[in-house]
């Protein structure tokens, strides 16, 4: 009796968590497009952004992004178990070799320096490390953790001593804003990465042109990123998954049904592949392209600041954010 209250629990509060939807009948299948919900407006006077499906000040969005992240500190991997079907350990050990920091050349004869955005927990910047060291043999190659939350940061803090870096110059942590790097001079970074972090930034695009400040002419950005489904069928299996299970196990498992609510809407709000190819060129940044990861559910986006002979006429092609 009670596994059949459980389940009947599930299914009403599944209902109720995912949007409303409008079916568009095709021969092969019907996919399923989510319509957000109307939210109030602020003030026509104040710039705004997006809260999930919310609009709201960008004053705001700050302040609530950090509440979220301070709930979800201590189950941050559990969250990312949830959000990525458990894969995101596969895609941040490939985003890492994809990467393989480390390698020597004459430009950085003393290691790598690495700056891991929206990093807190350290997962990212642990897995660099190892990499540098363990597979190219460069034990001085060092890493930068950056977060605007001071909870996420002492996390990283925490299981940093379960490491070879904790308290060793190679590791160090910075409470500060992706979008005001102040702390970080031009021109002095190898690697920037950001994995599962930039979606919550209130203006991407400066986050983005201040990545391309602190490198290197040379320097790699590299983000990882939930991102769009290319499969409409397996999307919207997958959208039933985020909006209908993610929140409720967010609730039965850690309380906190908002938190893991707005994080599934944020990727929702996410810009598609091409669309955020298109702002990491306009910060100034030549890029490959993308690379899908399980069938488009996350991707990898890379862009490579010119070398000096081109940095002027990239700059000149910037638009000021």
């Not at 999930?52 to 705001?60: I, K, L, N, W």
């Not at 298109?278 to 996350?298: N, S, V, Y």
Request: aromatic share 10%; glycine share 8%.
């Amino acid at each position: 009796m009670a596994l059949r209250i459980s389940a009947r629990q599930f299914l009403r509060s599944a209902r109720r968590s995912y949007p409303e939807c409008h079916c568009i009948r095709q021969f092969s299948s019907t996919v399923q497009q989510a319509v957000e919900p109307t939210q109030p407006q602020p003030p026509l006077n104040e710039r705004t952004t997006h809260f999930g499906f919310e609009t709201v000040a960008e004053a705001q969005k700050e302040q609530r992004v950090a509440g979220v992240f301070s709930n979800i500190a201590a189950s941050y991997d559990a969250m990312n178990d949830f959000m990525s079907l458990g894969i995101h350990r596969l895609w941040k050990d490939h985003f890492v070799r994809s990467i393989n920091p480390g390698t020597t050349n004459p430009t950085n004869p003393q290691g790598w320096k690495m700056l891991d955005i929206a990093g807190g927990t350290g997962d990212i910047a642990f897995r660099l490390l190892d990499h540098s060291t363990l597979i190219n043999c460069n034990p001085a190659s060092k890493i930068i953790v950056s977060d605007i939350n001071p909870e996420m940061l002492d996390e990283g803090r925490k299981r940093s001593l379960k490491t070879s870096y904790a308290n060793s110059p190679r590791l160090e942590f910075l409470l500060a804003n992706a979008e005001n790097l102040s702390e970080i001079p031009d021109n002095s970074i190898d690697l920037y990465t950001v994995a599962f972090g930039i979606r919550n930034f209130t203006n991407k695009q400066k986050a983005l042109g201040e990545a391309y400040r602190v490198l290197k002419p040379g320097g790699v950005f590299a983000c990882l990123e939930f991102s769009g489904v290319t499969n409409p069928v397996f999307n919207a299996v997958y959208k039933r998954w985020s909006f209908g299970a993610i929140p409720l196990i967010g609730q039965l498992v850690v309380g906190d049904r908002d938190s893991y609510q707005y994080l599934v809407e944020s990727i929702e709000r996410f810009p598609r592949q091409e669309e955020f190819r298109g702002m990491i060129e306009k910060a100034g940044f030549a890029t490959p392209g993308w690379e899908d990861l399980t069938g488009g559910i996350a991707a990898v986006h890379k862009g490579v600041k010119p070398l000096v002979s081109d940095a002027v006429e990239a700059a000149a092609r910037r638009v000021e954010v």
